[in-house]
């Protein structure tokens, strides 16, 4: 009897989704994409790339004039569900020279089924001179399926 209950009280107790987790640490992709090619079940996250970097002009104005400058830059990630709905956790970390993280950001997003080509958004405002100065970003995911 017991066995039985044991039994049910773990099949009871199994998640309702299945999950992926990635973690990567790319260049700052100022001028182009990142390939990812995260997949769980018929989630998947394919690219990143970052809009809205600052131009050198900004850069240098913020260099000379206004160290505290900031810019909005959007990391943009190209995704495909060809399966049920699916839950994007995304976690960003941008680093400094000192190897330090200089901003994090996080976005939530649901992609339903069948979508074979979003773009979804985390938007970050981040110091004009820790962006330009920035040789690396921690990007972590995590997919889920919703069943």
Not at 63 to 90: H, Y
Not at 100 to 111: G, Y
Not at 128 to 141: E, G, N, Q
Request: charged fraction near 25%; hydrophobic fraction near 40%; glycine fraction near 6%.
């Amino acid at each position: 009897m017991k066995a039985r209950v044991w039994l049910l009280a773990m099949v009871l107790a199994q998640p309702l989704f299945a999950a992926g987790e990635f973690d990567t640490t790319i260049p700052i992709p100022r001028s182009g994409k990142a390939e990812l090619g995260w997949t769980s079940d018929k989630c998947s996250v394919r690219s990143v790339s970052l809009q809205h970097y600052p131009s050198a002009k900004t850069i240098e104005k913020a260099r000379k004039s206004n160290p505290n400058d900031t810019s909005g830059v959007w990391w943009v990630f190209r995704v495909e569900n060809a399966g049920r709905q699916c839950r994007i956790k995304f976690w960003v970390d941008i680093y400094g020279e000192n190897g330090e993280i200089v901003k994090s950001a996080d976005k939530n997003e649901v992609v339903d089924g069948g979508m074979l080509d979003v773009y979804l958004t985390v938007p970050t405002r981040v110091k004009t001179i820790d962006i330009a100065d920035s040789p690396k970003a921690r990007l972590r995911a995590e997919l889920t399926e919703i069943k």
